[in-house]
């Protein structure tokens, strides 16, 4: 039987290598890409405990944040070609319209 | 047997996820995160979540690559290949990254509650049943909710990703 820290180690170094994506990437499509990574690994976490803690809330848990990332694709990828339809860029380091 | 197969997809997945980062070509990280989903979808039946497997692979591979791969074909990704790969100053976020990984490593091996070896066994083998009978009675406002933040997301991204008229 696989222990639990295995899993939990697993899901460290998926969030570890998808925060390393957003922190140093600059590109905007592969820092959404390392988004999803961070999530997933979240995931893995989730079910993880659920399992090996007999709860089915692991489980539902898991359910709700892969609908939430469903819709953050939708809107970020809807913001993405608009961006790029005006501004024609997909470097984050050009897109500081908001810095005050 | 469940140690090697899960120390297989694991190794997989920690690759596939890296090769994501490291890629320059965003059509070759799309690709690599698509197997990468599927070694966490094949975790996920190991985990005994059958249903979530399925819907990672759904989800995740079916519907979000996908349209990553869409967007990808729609918009100019040559510039963004010849961009440098790591720009100069991003030292603070590496050293970041490393203390952020080390204490996580660190909060996990120190502490005994994490070393739980045997699952507590389920109750039956109506997982897919009981996981459903709760998401609908017990979860059923936090599901509606999640579908009226779809329902959102969808027209949000129509009225984001529409030409201006006039």
Redesign the interface.
Request: charged fraction near 10%; hydrophobic fraction near 70%; charge should be neutral.
């Given at each position: 039987?696989?222990?639990?820290?295995?899993?939990?180690?697993?899901g460290?170094?998926?969030?570890?290598?998808?925060?390393?994506?957003v922190?140093?990437?600059?590109?905007i499509?592969?820092v959404?890409?390392?988004l999803?990574?961070l999530l997933?690994s979240v995931?893995?976490n989730f079910?993880?405990f659920?399992?090996?803690?007999?709860d089915?809330?692991g489980?539902?848990f898991?359910?709700?944040v892969?609908?939430?990332?469903?819709?953050?694709?939708?809107?970020a990828?809807?913001?993405?070609?608009?961006l790029?339809?005006n501004k024609s860029t997909?470097?984050v380091?050009d897109v500081t319209v908001m810095k005050g | 047997m469940?140690?090697g197969f899960?120390l297989l997809f694991?190794t997989v997945?920690?690759i596939t996820?890296?090769t994501?980062?490291l890629v320059r070509n965003?059509v070759h990280?799309?690709l690599a995160?698509m197997a990468?989903?599927l070694q966490?979808s094949a975790?996920?039946v190991?985990?005994?979540?059958p249903?979530?497997a399925v819907?990672?692979i759904f989800?995740?591979v079916g519907?979000?690559m996908v349209?990553?791969l869409f967007?990808?074909m729609?918009?100019d990704?040559r510039?963004?290949v010849l961009?440098r790969f790591?720009?100069g100053g991003?030292l603070p976020?590496?050293v970041?990254?490393v203390l952020?990984?080390v204490e996580?490593?660190v909060l996990?091996?120190w502490s005994d509650r994490?070393?739980?070896?045997?699952?507590?066994?389920?109750?039956g083998g109506d997982d897919v049943r009981?996981?459903g009978t709760?998401?609908f009675a017990d979860?059923l406002l936090?599901f509606e909710t999640?579908s009226v933040?779809?329902l959102?997301?969808?027209v949000?991204?129509?009225?984001?990703?529409r030409?201006e008229q006039g």
């Open positions: 039987m696989v222990p639990l820290w295995w899993y939990i180690v697993l460290v170094v998926l969030f570890v290598i998808g925060a390393a994506g922190l140093l990437r600059r590109n499509l592969v959404l890409m390392s999803e990574l997933n995931n893995i079910i993880a659920g399992r090996y803690h007999a089915f809330r489980q539902i898991a359910i709700f892969i609908a939430i990332t469903a819709a953050e694709v939708a809107v990828l809807g913001i993405l070609v608009a790029v339809r997909l470097k380091d | 469940d140690q899960f694991a997945s920690v996820a890296l994501m980062v965003p990280s799309a995160l990468c989903f966490v975790i996920f190991l985990l005994e979540a249903l979530l819907i990672q989800v995740y519907a979000i349209l990553f967007v990808i729609m918009i990704v510039e963004a961009q790591l720009p991003n976020a590496l970041l990254l952020l990984g996580m490593l996990v091996l994490f070393s739980v070896m045997e699952p507590v066994a389920m109750g009981q996981l709760a998401l979860y936090p999640a933040i779809l959102a997301a969808l949000g991204a129509i009225m984001l990703a030409k």
